[in-house]
């Protein structure tokens, strides 16, 4: 009985929330071992499953608070995780980017748990984010990480950008909440060809 009262907890938006972070988890490690190009890619992959186990809940109409707590501890490794060891090991390594790297997983934390307890400010029929959400930082990061091919070190240009995002993740700035998946997508595209073209 147990066993199966967590599976229908689950569910398939919870099911593909975990795919993610399995493919999240493989980014991770292949961007410690230095394949980059595999570690993007897998990355986005992530990202894009995570859109996807929001649509499957609100095309079943299921929500529940096991639901929502999963899937923002997964965010923390799918998007602080994963930024906090592109900037360690590539964009600003040494001491400098360790202490990025803590910052990054730190604020995004933080900004988890207060989406946690107040959720999104409505002004209906709108609803939006306090502070920018986690992924907006992974992105950069995957994007500074890009520029590097072309500008050679971006340490500095990495910790004031990334520094400058995870105190924004903080900030009571509001971000409309969209449910445009094409939007994303059109993010995550050029991403992934950068990532083809002019990664190893």
């Given at each position: 009985m147990r066993n199966s009262y967590w599976v229908r907890t689950i569910g398939p938006a919870?099911?593909?929330s975990l795919l993610?972070?399995?493919?999240?988890?493989?980014?991770?490690?292949?961007?410690?071992?230095?394949?980059?190009?595999?570690?993007?890619l897998c990355a986005l992959l992530a990202f894009l499953l995570d859109m996807v186990d929001?649509?499957?809940a609100r095309r079943c109409k299921v929500s529940s608070e096991f639901g929502r707590q999963l899937d923002s501890m997964i965010d923390v490794i799918n998007y602080s995780v994963y930024a906090a060891v592109l900037s360690s090991f590539y964009l600003a390594p040494g001491i400098l980017g360790w202490a990025l790297g803590f910052?990054?997983?730190?604020?995004?934390?933080?900004?988890?748990?207060?989406?946690?307890?107040?959720?999104?400010?409505?002004?209906?029929?709108?609803k939006y984010y306090r502070?920018?959400?986690v992924?907006?930082?992974?992105?950069?990061?995957?994007?500074?990480?890009?520029?590097?091919q072309w500008l050679g070190d971006v340490a500095l240009l990495s910790v004031v950008v990334l520094v400058v995002l995870s105190v924004l993740q903080l900030s009571l700035i509001r971000i409309r909440k969209t449910g445009r998946q094409a939007l994303w997508a059109s993010?995550?595209?050029?991403?992934?060809?950068?990532?083809i073209l002019w990664l190893r």
């Open positions: 919870g099911a593909v993610s972070l399995a493919v999240a988890w493989a980014a991770i490690g292949l961007a410690v071992v230095g394949s980059l190009r595999a570690s993007v929001g649509y499957i910052v990054i997983v730190a604020t995004g934390i933080l900004r988890l748990l207060r989406f946690n307890i107040e959720g999104f400010t409505d002004d209906e029929p709108i502070g920018i959400v992924v907006h930082l992974s992105l950069a990061a995957i994007t500074l990480l890009l520029l590097k993010l995550v595209v050029p991403l992934a060809v950068g990532a």
